[in-house]
């Protein structure tokens, strides 16, 4: 079993920052791949960005040059690095674990930006 916790959501204006954080805990050495979803209220949760265990990152096109996701694998931590952000970046922020057999999710930690 893996744990996902994540943590960085806020409010902040337009044009701002903010870092998200997801730590793993439990049978981490399971996970293939991490990533960022988000879902905004009445929308579809939409993938945001994915790291595999190679390095290999994606990014959906609204986010490209915007938004970073990186690991620490010595902390288990995969972090997502939100800059110049808009008010439709305004969503729920879940941290996703992949691994060969299922999925794990994290709670989900909101994100408003007002214009």
């Known amino acids: 079993q893996v744990q996902l916790v994540e943590s960085g959501g806020g409010l902040v204006q337009a044009g701002g920052s903010l870092r998200l954080t997801c730590v793993a805990s439990g049978t981490t050495r399971s996970i293939n791949a991490m990533g960022w979803y988000r879902q905004a209220p009445g929308k579809l949760r939409e993938l945001v960005a994915t790291?595999?265990?190679?390095?290999?990152?994606n990014y959906v096109d609204s986010v490209k040059g915007r938004f970073t996701i990186f690991r620490d694998n010595a902390k288990n931590t995969v972090y997502l690095q939100m800059n110049s952000l808009k008010p439709e970046d305004t969503a729920v922020y879940y941290c996703?674990?992949?691994?060969?057999?299922?999925?794990?999710w994290g709670q989900g930690t909101q994100v408003t930006v007002s214009s």
């Open positions: 996703k674990g992949l691994s060969s057999s299922r999925e794990y």
């Open positions: 790291t595999s265990n190679g390095g290999s990152t």
